[in-house]
């Protein structure tokens, strides 16, 4: 079957089907395989639990709604979504069996289902949005597109949507009144005054408009049309042709509010539980793993050359406040550590100073750092004064990295830039990066980097002297 725009929804209740057959045929897996002993509660009740498992899943979607079927999501969203949506059914699948009082008697039954829908249904969603993006290619599932407006902010969403089929996007061309644009466009379709005939003669689902403010006239015009023959319509702000990046729209009771960047971390919960996380994590690392790292690590530095082995150095921190930062002494005392950043073959160093730099094992002692509330796990790398005084004056968006906790590890390092920064494009380059992370911020993308970490770890970096 095919579905064209008038069956399009159809797509997105087969999905909510598919959820419901892994989520039914998962729980009737795995209360077959750990038998009587962990199901019999179940089996004297199977037909309401049933019933109950499938309203909590249509309760949870209230949470977590369908996205997999929008024109763009990323997989690393779609990982994220499935964890919370089954997270979410799941407590209350477990908060309704205790008022029935069998959520005690199948507590192995409900941690051994979760971790299987947790994994299955994953690999569900990340199976049909694939598949969609392959139906997609093939020309189906599309949404006819005009764009109206010519300029910067017209060709930019133009050559967005064409990057890829898989977004379903049908561009059939542009409206504009400079005449002259005629030939260098990819697909000239008329002037502004003509969009209304085509739209209506080609079924048009989605009309898009980059026209300045000054055509009010125009815009208005176009918007109640749209309105009026139910085709929705975008507006591109033209902002956007001094500000490339996306705006966030926020409301002061009537009033819109465009603001620079989304933070994730602003939210109380967020910021909550990546504190939450960095306490449990750093107290797990410096209980298990730091006190025989302290000991064998402090004696090779010990070996190697005198002087202590914690080195402490004033960093950037917080709101651009002052911290100081813990590490293993990777080099020989010396008068130029807090103006001269380390290079390749540096003379400086040791050779377990070398070793512990290329294994990231140097940063252990940060976990300090953590627990002390000046650091978290992952987040943008603490710079020394001198390079925060020097970049902040060269790179716009230097001091935006200090809007949240510096990190032991960060997206910019697990990305390739990591070590000596020899050029002004490297230090925005490694900028640029950390502002993605903060705008980009999600428990499951800090669990990445630390993941990537731990891997550099084993591998060693290049990078990293």
């Known amino acids: 079957m095919k579905f064209g725009k008038k069956h399009g929804y159809l797509i997105h209740w087969l999905m909510g089907v598919g959820d419901l057959v892994v989520l039914n045929s998962l729980f009737f897996i795995v209360y077959s395989l750990l038998g009587p002993y962990y199901t019999e509660a179940i089996t004297?009740?199977?037909?309401?639990?049933?019933?109950?498992?499938?309203?909590?899943?249509?309760?949870?979607?209230?949470?977590?709604?369908?996205?997999?079927?929008?024109?763009?999501?990323?997989?690393?969203?779609?990982?994220?979504?499935?964890?919370?949506?089954?997270?979410?059914?799941?407590f209350l699948f477990s908060t309704c069996l205790v008022f029935l009082n069998v959520g005690d008697v199948l507590a192995t039954f409900i941690v051994v289902f979760y971790i299987s829908l947790l994994l299955f249904f994953t690999l569900w969603r990340v199976f049909v949005r694939l598949t969609l993006k392959a139906y997609r290619r093939r020309g189906y599932n599309f949404k006819r597109i005009i764009i109206v407006g010519a300029g910067k902010n017209g060709m930019d969403i133009y050559r967005v949507m064409k990057d890829d089929l898989a977004y379903g996007f049908n561009v059939m061309g542009f409206f504009d009144d400079n005449i002259a644009l005629k030939d260098a466009l990819p697909n000239y379709l008329g002037m502004t005054d003509q969009v209304e005939n085509f739209a209506l003669m080609n079924d048009v689902d989605e009309i898009y408009c980059t026209l300045p403010g000054t055509h009010d006239d125009k815009i208005l015009r176009l918007l109640n049309f749209s309105e009026k023959h139910m085709i929705r319509f975008y507006i591109v702000p033209e902002s956007y042709r001094n500000i490339k990046k996306g705006l966030i729209m926020?409301?002061?009771?009537?009033?819109?509010?465009?603001?620079?960047?989304?933070?994730?971390?602003?939210?109380?919960?967020?910021?909550?539980?990546?504190?939450?996380?960095?306490?449990?994590?750093?107290?797990?690392?410096?209980?298990?793993?730091?006190?025989f790292l302290y000991l064998i690590v402090g004696f090779l530095i010990k070996l190697s050359s005198p002087g202590p082995i914690i080195f402490k150095q004033k960093r950037t921190g917080l709101y651009g406040q002052e911290f100081e930062c813990y590490k293993f002494?990777?080099?020989?005392?010396?008068?130029?550590?807090?103006?001269?950043?380390?290079?390749?073959?540096?003379?400086?160093?040791?050779?377990?100073?070398?070793?512990?730099?290329?294994?990231?094992?140097?940063e252990f002692p940060q976990f300090i750092n953590?627990?002390?509330?000046?650091?978290?796990?992952?987040?943008?790398?603490?710079?020394?004064?001198?390079?925060?005084?020097?970049?902040s004056a060269l790179i716009d968006k230097y001091m935006v990295r200090h809007l949240v906790k510096p990190g032991i590890t960060g997206w910019s390092q697990v990305t390739g830039y990591r070590g000596e920064t020899r050029t002004l494009e490297q230090m925005e380059g490694r900028?640029?990066?950390?502002?993605?992370?903060?705008?980009?911020?999600?428990?499951?993308?800090?669990?990445?980097?630390?993941?990537?970490?731990?891997?550099?770890?084993?591998?060693?970096?290049?990078?990293?002297?």
Request: charged residues 25%; proline residues 4%.
């Open 329 to 362: 002494r990777t080099m020989r005392v010396n008068d130029k550590a807090d103006v001269q950043q380390a290079v390749k073959n540096d003379p400086r160093k040791t050779r377990i100073g070398d070793f512990l730099r290329r294994t990231n094992l140097d």
């Open 44 to 90: 004297s009740n199977l037909r309401e639990i049933i019933l109950l498992l499938n309203f909590c899943y249509f309760f949870a979607l209230y949470f977590v709604p369908l996205q997999i079927h929008m024109s763009i999501v990323f997989i690393e969203k779609i990982v994220q979504r499935a964890f919370l949506l089954v997270t979410t059914l799941i």
């Open 250 to 291: 926020e409301v002061m009771e009537s009033v819109p509010l465009l603001t620079i960047r989304r933070e994730p971390l602003q939210a109380a919960y967020n910021r909550a539980l990546k504190r939450g996380f960095d306490i449990v994590f750093s107290i797990g690392v410096l209980l298990l793993v730091y006190p």
């Open 431 to 465: 900028v640029k990066r950390d502002v993605w992370y903060i705008e980009n911020w999600s428990f499951f993308l800090d669990l990445k980097i630390i993941i990537v970490t731990v891997l550099n770890i084993f591998r060693g970096e290049k990078n990293a002297y």
């Open 370 to 391: 953590v627990l002390k509330g000046n650091m978290s796990v992952v987040g943008p790398r603490p710079h020394m004064l001198k390079h925060t005084e020097q970049y």
